[in-house]
């Protein structure tokens, strides 16, 4: 890990010392601005493997991007040479069409320990993930631009949810996944991984995607479309376009909304996902 090479692979240019609040969340928004949330490695002929070097070739060295046993496994190495604590904990995503959750080990995501608080981070979702660390000392809304997030407790179980752009304060809330904060290890997510590369019943089995924060908004490549996402302001609601690609036009766009070139032909795909046969 070239710490130094891996702040300027996220764009981050300022003091990087000693770790703080103000600190975790710069690179966290950083991260998200610059390495894309993307399989395109399982759609290419390649197979996504867990080592910390080659993760670290594949997304400093080869500007890359990857899913969350990637992008957050590689962040926590990254935070833990800052000199942050990391706690990597196991997720389960709710999918938005069938309110079921994904199996255990479905999403890794990290719990920083600092000043005498715990922070949620997670570089490693796409939409609707959030941008700066979450606090798990609250059940409090905590707002981030035009979104609101909360971290909700049950017993034994918390929560990550939000609420959908205009819903405003009163609005509904809406789970994205669940968690408990049990330690994990990378281990523990690897027949997952193998998993999310296989199955029809994960979405990126399914569909070749690749998705990226920008300033004011997102672009997202899935199959043969490419959407803009503008976020809300005070003259207009969200605004989403998008536009149908032919197979010789997608190296291209990875290579301008993405900075993505892929070393083997990706095979475009964007098939219904399978309903798991077991409910979680």
Same mark, same amino acid.
């Given at each position: 890990?070239?710490?130094?090479?891996?702040?300027?692979?996220?764009?981050?240019?300022?003091?990087?010392?000693?770790?703080?609040?103000?600190?975790?969340?710069?690179?966290?928004?950083?991260?998200?601005?610059?390495?894309?949330?993307?399989?395109?490695?399982?759609?290419?002929?390649?197979?996504?493997?867990?080592?910390?070097?080659?993760?670290?070739?594949?997304?400093?060295?080869?500007?890359?991007?990857?899913?969350?046993?990637?992008?957050?496994?590689?962040?926590?190495?990254?935070?833990?040479?800052?000199?942050?604590?990391?706690?990597?904990?196991?997720?389960?995503?709710?999918?938005?069409?069938?309110?079921?959750?994904?199996?255990?080990?479905?999403?890794?995501?990290?719990?920083?320990?600092?000043? %005498?608080?715990?922070?949620?981070?997670?570089?490693?979702? %796409?939409?609707?993930?959030?941008? #700066?660390?979450? #606090?798990?000392?609250?059940?409090?809304?905590?707002?981030?631009?035009?979104?609101?997030?909360?971290?909700?407790?049950?017993?034994?179980?918390?929560?990550?949810?939000?609420?959908?752009?205009?819903?405003?304060?009163?609005?509904?809330?809406?789970?994205?996944?669940?968690?408990?904060?049990?330690?994990?290890?990378?281990?523990?997510?690897?027949?997952?991984?193998?998993?999310?590369? #296989?199955?029809?019943?994960?979405?990126?089995?399914?569909?070749?995607?690749?998705?990226?924060?920008?300033?004011?908004?997102?672009?997202?490549?899935?199959?043969?479309?490419?959407?803009?996402?503008?976020?809300?302001?005070?003259?207009?609601?969200?605004?989403?376009? #998008?536009?149908?690609?032919?197979?010789?036009?997608?190296?291209?766009?990875?290579?301008?909304?993405?900075?993505?070139?892929?070393?083997?032909?990706?095979?475009?795909?964007?098939?219904?996902?399978?309903?798991?046969?077991?409910?979680?």
């Amino acid at each position: 890990m070239d710490v130094d090479r891996f702040l300027s692979r996220i764009g981050f240019s300022g003091p990087a010392q000693e770790p703080s609040l103000e600190l975790l969340r710069s690179v966290h928004t950083c991260h998200l601005l610059s390495v894309p949330f993307e399989n395109l490695t399982v759609h290419s002929g390649g197979r996504v493997q867990l080592q910390a070097p080659l993760l670290y070739d594949k997304i400093v060295t080869r500007r890359r991007g990857g899913f969350c046993f990637e992008n957050n496994s590689l962040f926590s190495w990254f935070l833990t040479r800052l000199g942050f604590h990391v706690t990597l904990l196991s997720a389960q995503v709710r999918s938005p069409n069938t309110g079921r959750y994904g199996p255990p080990f479905d999403h890794l995501i990290l719990m920083v320990t600092l000043e %005498g608080g715990r922070w949620l981070c997670d570089v490693g979702f %796409g939409v609707p993930g959030f941008w #700066s660390p979450l #606090s798990l000392e609250t059940s409090a809304p905590q707002e981030q631009g035009h979104r609101v997030y909360r971290v909700r407790r049950t017993t034994g179980m918390l929560f990550v949810e939000w609420q959908k752009e205009g819903g405003g304060p009163a609005g509904d809330w809406t789970e994205i996944y669940k968690f408990t904060l049990e330690p994990r290890r990378l281990e523990d997510f690897r027949e997952m991984c193998l998993y999310h590369q #296989s199955s029809p019943c994960s979405i990126f089995f399914c569909k070749s995607l690749c998705t990226l924060l920008k300033p004011g908004g997102r672009v997202t490549y899935i199959g043969h479309r490419l959407i803009t996402t503008t976020f809300p302001s005070e003259a207009t609601g969200l605004v989403e376009t #998008s536009r149908d690609l032919e197979d010789e036009e997608i190296p291209e766009v990875l290579k301008e909304h993405f900075g993505i070139e892929l070393p083997s032909p990706l095979r475009p795909k964007d098939e219904a996902v399978t309903l798991p046969p077991v409910v979680y």
